[in-house]
């Protein structure tokens, strides 16, 4: 059964607007999650973390937020851009542990 | 920026040959991956190793084996290829700090034909 689940497998959004990438997940042990950012036929590249001690998590123009009681994170990119364009992995993992459980991704197009 | 690398980046061959994923990482890391995603799935971890010596099989099977000889180099072989062995193969390494994200390296694309 997957744990993690990223129900929405594309998105698109017009340059400038905020995209808004969501994920949720079931293992309630999981404290520590993970936003990855993948090109056509490259490796994924991490984004943004959060610890299940925060809620909110921001760099630049991505926020990440957490709400544990819903199981459900997300992630904002405002002002979007064409180079955001991509498919968006969320990821969750017991602090400690060597496994990371990955979502199936959302592709993400932004219009210029 | 992370450095690992993995060859070949893309590789065609036929049913029951055997064949060897490079994966190779500069950061020193002790913790080493490897995971196998189709298009449109979740990554899903074959298999790990958190140093030289060691290695542990991941969450899905897999006929594949890998090898840990020095820290930097973290090979994955398929002794007899089939179609069902189609896929992308995905490198990855991280640190010692408890939240230390894991880094990927590019990928190899495998076809059996």
């Known amino acids: 059964d997957q744990q993690v689940k990223q129900n929405s497998p594309s998105l698109s959004v017009q340059e400038g607007r905020i995209s808004i990438l969501n994920c949720d997940y079931t293992?309630?042990?999981?404290?520590?999650f993970l936003w990855y950012k993948k090109y056509p036929a490259e490796g994924p590249t991490f984004l943004i973390s959060i610890s299940s001690i925060k809620d909110k998590n921001e760099d630049g123009r991505f926020t990440v937020f957490l709400n544990k009681s819903a199981k459900h994170l997300s992630l904002h990119i405002v002002p979007s851009q064409p180079g955001d364009s991509a498919v968006y992995f969320c990821?969750?993992?017991?602090?400690?542990?060597?496994?990371?459980?990955f979502g199936t991704g959302t592709r993400l197009t932004v219009i210029p | 920026e992370a450095d690992i690398y993995q060859t070949p980046r893309y590789l065609v061959i036929g049913t029951g040959k055997k064949i060897t994923l490079e994966c190779s990482q500069t950061?020193?890391?002790?913790?080493m991956y490897w995971y196998q995603q189709d298009p449109g799935m979740e990554l899903h971890l074959i298999h790990y190793s958190y140093g030289v010596n060691s290695t542990e099989k991941g969450d899905l099977s897999s006929e594949s084996t890998v090898s840990r000889i020095r820290t930097e180099h973290f090979p994955l072989t398929l002794e007899s290829a089939r179609p069902s062995h189609t896929s992308q193969y995905l490198c990855?390494?991280?640190?010692?700090?408890?939240?230390?994200?894991?880094?990927f390296g590019p990928g190899t694309r495998l076809t059996v034909l």
């Open positions: 990855a390494s991280r640190g010692d700090y408890i939240y230390n994200e894991q880094f």
């Open positions: 293992n309630s042990m999981f404290d520590y």
């Open positions: 950061m020193g890391h002790d913790k």
């Open positions: 990821a969750a993992s017991v602090t400690g542990a060597n496994n990371l459980f």
